[in-house]
């Protein structure tokens, strides 16, 4: 595109909200860039047809630039993540969304950073996509269900019935206060507690019903199976605690970082790096954790 295309001075304008609406859709930021770079082509060839094509369908202008980008970035990450289904299906192990340091996502990406946790982006590969675009157009960027039918091709009854039943499956019609990102304050205890090999404090903060996911892909050791329940969440920790302060040559340290607008740990042992985020409930006892351990996930982080 050329400096005074209006199409281009579009897309770089919303490239930021564009790849928010991308990276909710697939929890994988390089896809949504690819998905994002994708739409900007999209964008080239539409005004070239407008000039070329004058009287063909091809050939009407575009109005709101804006509008269209947005709906074809919604139309392309829908398509990616049917692409992707078959590939996650076999992927070794839970498979979790990759981590991006908030500092690194543009701000339009994070002005409103709901449906932007790991939590939730996980959580959103049980909706089917169409459901999921509805949920994320109409609760992280406050689209009208008319809008999002447009985009869609639903009737708008349609779609108000997409976000309401992806809203009850994230639970998003729940108390706000039922679901909490780890308090900075909490976890700094935490990462003291971790540092000094003394973790009881830690796991007496597992909630009976507390679940553990870790990602490691085949890439590093990880659990291959989710881990319910205080008791062998508590195992598993410890057995990763002695086996990292076996041997003191050996790099173990835990530290707080900002990940997708939230706090979270980057824990280093036996040779490598996590990212391990908390998700607390309302009673203040850990009922959820995601170790992303996989490297390839990694890169937009560490």
């Not at 990102?181 to 205890?189: G, I, K, N, Y």
Request: proline fraction near 6%; charged fraction near 25%; glycine fraction near 8%.
């Amino acid at each position: 595109m050329t400096l005074a295309s209006p199409a281009a001075h579009a897309w770089q304008a919303e490239r930021g909200r564009l790849i928010g609406i991308a990276y909710r859709m697939l929890g994988d930021y390089g896809h949504a860039e690819d998905v994002v770079s994708e739409v900007a082509i999209d964008a080239l060839q539409r005004e070239r047809a407008e000039g070329s094509h004058p009287g063909s369908p091809a050939g009407i202008p575009v109005h709101s630039w804006p509008a269209w980008l947005t709906t074809v970035c919604v139309r392309r990450s829908i398509d990616r993540v049917r692409a992707l289904a078959a590939v996650r299906e076999e992927y070794i192990g839970p498979w979790l969304p990759e981590p991006v340091a908030t500092s690194r996502l543009p701000e339009d990406a994070v002005a409103d950073r709901e449906l932007l946790s790991l939590a939730l982006l996980h959580m959103a590969e049980q909706l089917a996509p169409d459901a999921r675009a509805a949920v994320v157009l109409h609760r992280a960027f406050g689209m009208s269900a008319v809008e999002i039918g447009r985009m869609l091709e639903k009737s708008p009854t349609a779609v108000r019935q997409l976000i309401s039943r992806g809203e009850r499956r994230l639970r998003l019609d729940e108390d706000p206060a039922r679901r909490r990102p780890a308090d900075p304050a909490v976890l700094a205890a935490l990462l003291a507690a971790v540092e000094t090999g003394d973790i009881t404090g830690v796991l007496t903060l597992l909630a009976d019903d507390a679940i553990l996911w870790s990602d490691g892909g085949g890439k590093v050791r990880a659990a291959r199976n989710p881990i319910f329940g205080a008791d062998h969440v508590r195992r598993f920790f410890a057995g990763v605690l002695q086996k990292a302060t076996a041997d003191p040559t050996v790099p173990f340290g835990a530290a707080l970082i900002d990940v997708n607008g939230e706090p979270a740990v980057a824990l280093t042992h036996s040779g490598r790096t996590d990212v391990l985020t908390i998700e607390f409930g309302d009673d203040g006892l850990i009922h959820g954790l995601r170790q992303v351990c996989n490297p390839d996930k990694l890169t937009q982080v560490l």
